[in-house]
């Protein structure tokens, strides 16, 4: 009883670090603890499945049940995978869509700044042109 509560506070401690490591230290202790955790996790795990495979093997109605679970947690990890692919699709959609609206503004900026420019040139022209009259009328004055 006392080793259960004492893994139990151990993976605790590791998952609060993993999730909002902090400091450096912290993000530092983080995977060698994960690592730890694992094996913790492996080392309590082994003996469970070891009694499990035994019981399965000589009762058929617990066998049973255990392929059910299995059955039910492969589909409920195939609709978790379904469901974060779907997901993460909407996400690149709506990125493609946020680039396409990006290159539709600078298509539209490249157009307006080439109006700016030809404008700039009508404008010299013309400017430079009164000067020449300017220069003109006051020679004939």
């Known amino acids: 009883m006392e080793e ?10 590791i998952i609060f670090l993993v999730s909002k490591p902090k400091t450096l230290l912290q993000q530092s202790i ?5 690592n730890l955790g694992t094996l913790a996790l492996q080392t309590i795990c082994k003996p469970i499945a070891n009694r499990l495979k035994k019981e399965a093997g000589v009762n058929p109605r617990f066998r049973q049940f255990i392929i059910n679970i299995a059955q039910v ?6 609709y978790e995978v379904q469901k974060n692919s779907r997901g993460e699709a909407r996400k690149e959609e709506k990125r493609q869509e946020e680039l ?8 539209k900026m490249e157009n307006e700044i080439e109006e700016l420019k030809r404008r ?3 404008l010299s022209l013309k ?3 009164e000067m020449e009259e ?3 009328r006051h020679h004939e004055c």
């Open 100 to 107: 396409q609206e990006i290159r539709r503004k600078h298509a």
């Open 30 to 34: 983080v995977f060698p603890l994960l």
């Open 73 to 78: 947690a492969g589909a409920a990890l195939v």
């Open 4 to 13: 259960t509560f004492l893994i139990f506070f151990f993976l605790s401690s």
């Open 120 to 122: 700039y040139q009508d």
């Open 127 to 129: 400017i430079a042109e």
């Open 134 to 136: 300017m220069k003109q």
